[in-house]
């Protein structure tokens, strides 16, 4: 399966703290992208990292893409109760169809 | 980025009937949509790839004479969820893609808020 999957399936941190999850798939891909899900809600676009691209920062994020690994980080720094939701990674293998992991629910508390 | 507006947002219909899904790009030209389902603390699984002015193209396991996608202009994609049965109760969610807005890699997709599906 292309799907990416994620580590953890779920995350309780403190306010202030950072969060890391990661996210492995299996095949090449063409870029590897972030969401973020809010509980109900739609997808947020959070970052894209092409496959000849190593790290990207936006703001409190940073994301890290080892392809000899076939994996990719995302790291919230300081984090606020306003993190709490669910990240997925999503890899695009070819065209502009993403394949979602499944995801990892942060819980920020105050 | 782009603005992207599903309707209704939650719905719930009596198992046989059809329910028709709205996804409306409000700001931007959608050259291509997709449609996604989602079931309870799960991830989004991609139901089928629609391009404007043509027929939609689904994923294995997905019954296309089940789910009817038109995508009839660059704005509105619609979802139909023939005969409706307790099993396709979910959260459909689309997402729109085209040329990029400034700033914004091409390959970003928009989402909608999604619509939440009971059938009784």
């Known amino acids: 399966s292309q799907q990416g999957e994620e580590d953890p399936q779920a995350l309780s941190i403190q306010e202030g703290e950072n969060a890391t999850m990661n996210c492995s798939y299996k095949?090449?891909?063409?870029?590897l992208q972030w969401y973020r899900q809010n509980s109900g809600r739609g997808l947020v676009h959070l970052i894209l990292?092409?496959?000849?691209?190593r790290e990207k920062h936006s703001g409190r994020l940073r994301v890290t893409l080892d392809t000899s690994k076939k994996s990719s980080s995302l790291l919230i720094t300081a984090s606020r109760a306003a993190d709490t939701a669910s990240y997925f990674c999503?890899?695009?293998?070819?065209?502009?169809?993403?394949?979602f992991g499944g995801g990892t629910r942060v819980l920020v508390k105050p | 980025g782009a603005v992207v507006s599903q309707h209704p947002s939650w719905v719930i219909c009596k198992s046989g009937t059809s329910v028709k899904i709205e996804c409306r790009s409000l700001d931007f030209q959608a050259t291509t949509m997709f449609w996604y389902r989602q079931f309870p603390k799960q991830s989004l699984m991609l139901m089928a790839t629609?391009?404007?002015?043509?027929?939609?193209?689904?994923e294995q396991g997905v019954e296309k004479d089940k789910f009817l996608i038109n995508h009839a202009s660059l704005t509105l994609s619609t979802l139909t969820v023939t005969s409706a049965h307790p099993e396709d109760s979910s959260f459909y969610i689309c997402?729109?893609?085209?040329?990029?807005?400034?700033?914004?890699?091409?390959?970003?997709?928009?989402f909608g808020p999604g619509t939440r599906l009971l059938v009784l």
């Open positions: 990292i092409r496959s000849n691209e």
């Open positions: 999503a890899i695009v293998a070819a065209g502009n169809k993403l394949t």
């Open positions: 629609s391009n404007e002015g043509s027929k939609a193209t689904y």
């Open positions: 997402s729109v893609a085209g040329r990029g807005f400034e700033g914004a890699p091409q390959e970003t997709q928009y």
């Open positions: 095949t090449s891909i063409n870029n």
